[in-house]
């Protein structure tokens, strides 16, 4: 017992010695225990690292004349690690969404959801009744702007708020499972003539159809459910098939322990890359720099204070040790400004830092990229506030309460893309009755805030995966009995194929 080590390499100085007495252990050298911690620690510096430095060469190379393909060039390396990441989305989210969704008991599996999405649900809410706040206190919309030049053609096209609505639930349900995995539904509008009784005719605008680029997530994630509940009901027919996507998710995993090591040199790029794309900073910022203010204070009050807070009441936990395990992740998605992108790391962090079960993290933080949105919704509000006051339209309480709803509910159909916020921003205005045209001044700052949105997002994934971690040990006499027993149903299943099955050399030992 004597040379047994304390966890973390912390000395006990006050342990008693063999001999009866009681004096110090030789403490661990201060050289040894700081060469530890940077090796426990060494991604983390990476990234920090990373990031500075890819400031520093932005800021160094800005003052070099360089043409539009040679700044193309300074961000390739980014741009590997950002398709890196992509690549192993698709199978990442199926794969563990369908290994999670087998793997947990039915009730269990209802009660970690339903728990999952109020937490989702709550947190936008409150992100975009701070979001509404903090645009009433700054008003950034009380000072002259300037429209920039050349964003009117990205402005998304005219939307009825009902078709988008209608476009969200028709995600869900993609007819086409392979063309999801990269195109989505939209709602486009054409011109149709009809002709009156008296010779005359009417032009009505009618919806159609059309398939738009971009992975359709959300419905790739239900499907990835629904299949994963129906090879449990399918019992021992379904093993095969359940330890098939475990494996294939395990694989997908270690390729993400690869990347990240890649990560910090790609996002110093990134960063960089960007910083020497801005043109006339200085200009940008004196116009819409309360605009930009307003938005990444109240990311940092909901995501520095309110997150963390609700995970204390909770976990009775320090919710920035918690934030510390994930903090290559955060660099992550402020490089990508991508939530799909980083969910590999997320998961990645959440298990080995945060001591997050696999089982929770590859079924929560799958949805939660996909649902929870709260930096997007944030500053939905802010931006919409934002746009009445610079067209000096009073909102009454009917429309605040319009704004705080449809941001909370449109969030959900957000793609977890790059300026995925903006989509669904022309919503909320067409539902208040504000010009959509404005949107233009939301583009020309949303490289920037569309970085801290996706911070602010993942960091709500995390939370929540952490939060229902926390549910689950505190109701183990409930839900951990029913958990521990899908896991001995798994082994006993497992145990008879290698019996019953001779040809059968491909199974693992253990559930």
Same mark, same amino acid.
């Given at each position: 017992?004597?040379?047994?080590?304390? *966890?973390?390499?912390?000395?006990?100085?006050d342990?008693?010695? +063999?001999?009866?007495? #009681?004096?110090?252990?030789?403490? &661990?050298?201060l050289s040894?225990?700081?060469i530890?911690i940077?090796r426990e620690?060494?991604?983390?510096i990476l990234?920090?690292?990373?990031?500075?430095?890819g400031?520093l060469?932005?800021l160094g190379?800005r003052?070099?004349?360089?043409?539009?393909?040679?700044?193309?060039?300074?961000?390739? *390396?980014?741009?590997l690690?950002?398709? !890196?990441l992509?690549?192993?989305i698709?199978?990442?989210?199926?794969?563990?969404?369908v290994s999670g969704a087998?793997s947990?008991?039915?009730?269990?599996?209802?009660?970690l959801g339903?728990?999952?999405?109020?937490?989702?649900?709550?947190?936008?809410?409150?992100?975009?009744s701070?979001?509404?706040?903090?645009?009433?206190i700054?008003?950034?919309?009380?000072?002259s702007?300037t429209?920039?030049?050349?964003?009117?053609?990205? /402005?998304p096209?005219?939307?009825?708020?009902?078709?988008s609505?209608?476009?969200?639930?028709?995600?869900?349900?993609? #007819?086409?499972?392979?063309?999801?995995?990269?195109?989505?539904?939209?709602?486009?509008?054409?011109?149709?003539k009809?002709?009156?009784t008296?010779?005359?005719?009417t032009?009505?605008?009618? *919806? $159609?159809?059309?398939?738009?680029?971009?992975m359709?997530?959300?419905?790739?994630v239900?499907?990835a459910?629904?299949?994963?509940?129906?090879?449990?009901?399918?019992?021992?027919e379904?093993? $095969?098939?359940?330890k098939?996507?475990?494996?294939?998710n395990?694989?997908?995993m270690?390729l993400?322990? @690869?990347i990240?090591?890649?990560?910090?040199?790609?996002?110093m790029?990134?960063?960089?890359?960007?910083?020497?794309?801005?043109d006339n900073?200085g200009?940008l910022?004196?116009?819409?720099?309360?605009?930009?203010a307003?938005?990444m204070?109240?990311?940092?009050?909901h995501?520095?204070?309110?997150l963390?807070?609700?995970?204390?009441?909770f976990?009775?936990?320090?919710?920035?040790?918690f934030?510390?395990?994930?903090?290559?992740?955060?660099?992550?998605?402020?490089?990508t400004?991508?939530?799909s992108?980083?969910?590999?790391?997320?998961?990645?962090?959440?298990?080995?830092?945060?001591?997050v079960?696999?089982?929770?993290?590859?079924?929560?933080l799958?949805?939660?990229?996909t649902?929870?949105m709260?930096?997007?919704?944030?500053?939905q509000c802010v931006?919409?506030?934002? $746009?009445a006051?610079?067209?000096?339209?009073s909102?009454?309480?009917?429309?605040?309460?319009?704004i705080?709803?449809?941001?909370?509910?449109s969030?959900?159909?957000a793609?977890g893309? *790059?300026?995925?916020?903006?989509?669904t !921003?022309a919503? $909320?205005?067409?539902?208040?009755?504000l010009?959509?045209?404005?949107?233009s001044?939301?583009l020309?700052?949303? @490289?920037?805030?569309?970085?801290?949105c996706t /911070?602010l997002n993942?960091e709500g994934d995390?939370?929540?995966a952490?939060?229902l971690?926390?549910?689950v040990?505190r109701?183990?006499k409930k839900?951990?009995?029913?958990?521990?027993?899908?896991?001995?149903? &798994?082994?006993?299943?497992?145990?008879n194929?290698?019996?019953?099955s +001779?040809t #059968?050399?491909?199974?693992?030992g253990?559930?």
């Amino acid at each position: 017992m004597e040379e047994s080590k304390p *966890p973390n390499g912390e000395a006990h100085p006050d342990e008693p010695m +063999s001999n009866g007495l #009681s004096g110090p252990r030789h403490p &661990e050298p201060l050289s040894q225990r700081v060469i530890r911690i940077m090796r426990e620690n060494m991604l983390v510096i990476l990234t920090v690292a990373g990031v500075i430095v890819g400031v520093l060469i932005g800021l160094g190379v800005r003052n070099v004349d360089l043409t539009i393909t040679q700044k193309i060039y300074i961000g390739f *390396p980014g741009e590997l690690l950002i398709r !890196l990441l992509k690549m192993i989305i698709i199978p990442l989210v199926v794969c563990s969404l369908v290994s999670g969704a087998a793997s947990i008991d039915p009730k269990a599996l209802g009660k970690l959801g339903g728990w999952a999405m109020l937490f989702f649900l709550v947190t936008t809410l409150i992100a975009s009744s701070i979001g509404v706040v903090m645009a009433y206190i700054i008003t950034p919309g009380a000072v002259s702007v300037t429209k920039p030049a050349g964003l009117d053609e990205e /402005v998304p096209a005219h939307k009825e708020v009902i078709d988008s609505f209608l476009d969200l639930i028709r995600n869900i349900l993609p #007819s086409n499972l392979v063309s999801a995995a990269f195109q989505s539904y939209a709602t486009a509008y054409k011109l149709v003539k009809i002709n009156g009784t008296d010779g005359n005719y009417t032009v009505e605008k009618v *919806p $159609i159809g059309t398939d738009q680029d971009g992975m359709n997530i959300l419905g790739l994630v239900v499907f990835a459910i629904v299949f994963g509940v129906a090879l449990r009901k399918l019992g021992e027919e379904g093993e $095969i098939l359940i330890k098939f996507f475990n494996s294939f998710n395990e694989a997908t995993m270690v390729l993400v322990s @690869w990347i990240m090591w890649y990560a910090p040199v790609g996002i110093m790029f990134l960063v960089a890359g960007k910083i020497v794309e801005m043109d006339n900073v200085g200009a940008l910022f004196a116009s819409l720099g309360k605009y930009i203010a307003c938005c990444m204070i109240g990311h940092l009050i909901h995501g520095a204070l309110v997150l963390p807070l609700i995970y204390f009441i909770f976990t009775r936990k320090n919710p920035y040790t918690f934030l510390w395990g994930i903090f290559t992740a955060l660099a992550t998605a402020f490089g990508t400004s991508s939530s799909s992108a980083t969910l590999p790391l997320m998961m990645k962090c959440v298990e080995e830092n945060n001591g997050v079960s696999k089982h929770i993290s590859r079924f929560i933080l799958p949805i939660g990229a996909t649902v929870n949105m709260d930096g997007a919704a944030l500053f939905q509000c802010v931006a919409a506030v934002f $746009i009445a006051q610079l067209n000096e339209t009073s909102l009454n309480f009917i429309q605040v309460i319009t704004i705080l709803v449809t941001a909370t509910a449109s969030s959900v159909g957000a793609a977890g893309i *790059p300026a995925g916020g903006v989509l669904t !921003l022309a919503i $909320i205005l067409e539902a208040i009755g504000l010009p959509t045209s404005d949107i233009s001044l939301i583009l020309a700052v949303d @490289w920037l805030v569309d970085r801290t949105c996706t /911070v602010l997002n993942v960091e709500g994934d995390a939370f929540g995966a952490g939060l229902l971690q926390h549910f689950v040990d505190r109701n183990s006499k409930k839900d951990g009995v029913e958990l521990s027993e899908v896991r001995k149903d &798994e082994s006993a299943h497992q145990k008879n194929d290698i019996e019953h099955s +001779s040809t #059968s050399n491909c199974f693992q030992g253990n559930g």
